[in-house]
């Protein structure tokens, strides 16, 4: 599998990054499949240095909130209203439910058949299983205020675990267990941010990573206001190897 950060700020759009978007691909039956892990506000911009949105075969969203899902609505217009013609197939958006009516409702005045021409809304759930193409993507609820979802995604025999926004859960470890890459939210600062259930600090990213024998760990959801240093070292003092972070526009090999 191939990963490319599209945006990685947390909880939102950042001088230098967009909100979450990760784009993964891989072959299969002599073309590359390409899906997307949430659409948050600014991605849709960074992804076409990257990939044709009419390209993209499936969209997976973690939860409802705007930095993990607003850009669906430009990704409409754009397959919908291209010049050159609207795209021509429906794309499976992948979302907990009430996914359709959220995007509906941010799109003002949308046709009477909403978005149904261009995003075909699927509902999934805890332990819900999609295939698409070469992919193989299992649901683990996470912890987070609102109903969410982590992506473990596998194909050709690897794995990348993606939590989308959680803290410390059981799920987690699931979820991460033995993953290639532990793409995993950082959004909290030990010794700053003493809500619980919410995100994770590097520490605690770090311990559920080594809990669940992750062979890489890389932190994302970072917002702004954090410096990344400093959730690295919270991470290094726990993690035993290196601590990555996810960059805007870097590729990875899984």
């Known amino acids: ?5 599209i945006g990685c ?16 691909q891989a072959e299969q039956g002599g073309r590359l499949w390409s899906i997307l892990l ?5 991605s849709l911009g960074a992804l076409q240095r990257h990939l044709d ?7 997976f969203v973690t939860h409802l909130h705007p930095d993990h899902c607003l850009d669906l609505t430009g990704f409409y217009v754009y397959r919908k209203y291209h010049p050159g013609g609207p795209c021509t197939h429906r794309v499976p958006v992948y979302a907990p439910a009430g996914a359709e009516d959220r995007i509906h409702a941010a799109y003002e005045g949308i046709d009477a058949d909403g978005m149904n021409a261009q995003l075909d809304f699927r509902v999934v759930g805890e332990g819900s299983v999609v295939e698409v ?3 193989r993507l299992t649901t683990h609820a996470m912890n987070h205020p609102v109903e969410t979802y982590g992506y473990r995604v596998e194909a050709g025999g690897s794995v990348l675990a993606f939590t989308g926004d959680t803290d410390t859960c059981p799920g987690l470890l699931t979820l991460a267990a033995h993953a290639d890459l532990l793409l995993t939210d950082c959004a909290f600062v030990d010794g700053r941010d003493p809500l619980p259930d919410i995100h994770l600090s590097g520490s605690r990213a770090a311990a559920a990573a080594v809990a669940a024998g992750a062979k890489r760990l890389m932190l994302t959801h970072i917002p702004a206001w954090n410096d990344p ?6 991470a290094a003092a726990v993690w035993p190897g290196e601590v990555e972070l996810a960059a805007p526009d870097a590729n990875y090999v899984i």
């Open 9 to 24: 700020a947390g909880s939102f759009a950042g001088p230098a990054s967009p909100a979450s978007c990760y784009l993964v």
């Open 229 to 234: 240093q400093v959730c690295r070292a919270q």
């Open 53 to 59: 949105p009419c390209a993209v075969d499936a969209v």
């Open 38 to 42: 949430d659409m948050g506000n600014g």
């Open 1 to 5: 599998m191939k990963l490319t950060v």
């Open 133 to 135: 193409g070469p992919f």
